[in-house]
């Protein structure tokens, strides 16, 4: 029986030590998944946008955004992995924003930086956007482009590719 009240206490604490205010992440970042992908790490992206501060996007920090102004339909955040990678999952998590979501999202892959392929269109949700393209994706940049935005300022806390 004490065994199971320390137990309690000790899920009781560590409920209390996170707080109310605090949103833990979600996802952690992956150097190999269920593909076996090699996904570079985070700190060597490179991100950039038309939102303000898009580096924010990729800092492992959910208290910092990049986040878009009023009226954002065609906003766009493009991460370069630095080399080509193996992926089939991109992950928006939105943090503390509220309504930080776009409506609808496309998602497009690049090798080259300069020519981009479509490859789906998602609706955005709240907390946490999860897009799983269609078929594993080979690419060194991901872009993340508005196609219609929604109640609030687009806010991206983090961005995981899996």
Not at 7 to 31: E, H, K, N, W
Not at 67 to 96: M, P, W
Request: charged content about 20%; glycine content about 8%.
């Amino acid at each position: 029986m004490n065994y199971l009240k320390k137990c309690i206490f000790l899920v009781f604490l560590a409920g209390v030590m996170v707080g109310c205010d605090v949103v833990a992440p979600v996802y952690r970042q992956s150097t190999g998944g269920y593909l076996g992908a090699n996904i570079t790490l985070k700190n060597t992206w490179s991100v950039r946008g038309d939102l303000a501060n898009p580096a924010a996007a990729a800092d492992e920090d959910l208290s910092t955004f990049a986040r878009s102004n009023h009226g954002y339909t065609g906003a766009e955040l493009i991460i370069d992995l630095k080399k080509v990678c193996l992926f089939q999952t991109v992950i928006l998590e939105h943090g503390a924003a509220r309504n930080g979501h776009c409506r609808k999202a496309d998602i497009s892959t690049s090798v080259d930086g300069k020519h981009f392929s479509n490859k789906y269109v998602v609706p955005g949700t709240r907390r946490v956007t999860i897009i799983s393209l269609p078929a594993p994706t080979l690419a060194r940049y991901v872009r993340i482009k508005v196609v219609r935005p929604g109640r609030s300022r687009w806010a991206i806390a983090e961005v995981y590719i899996q």
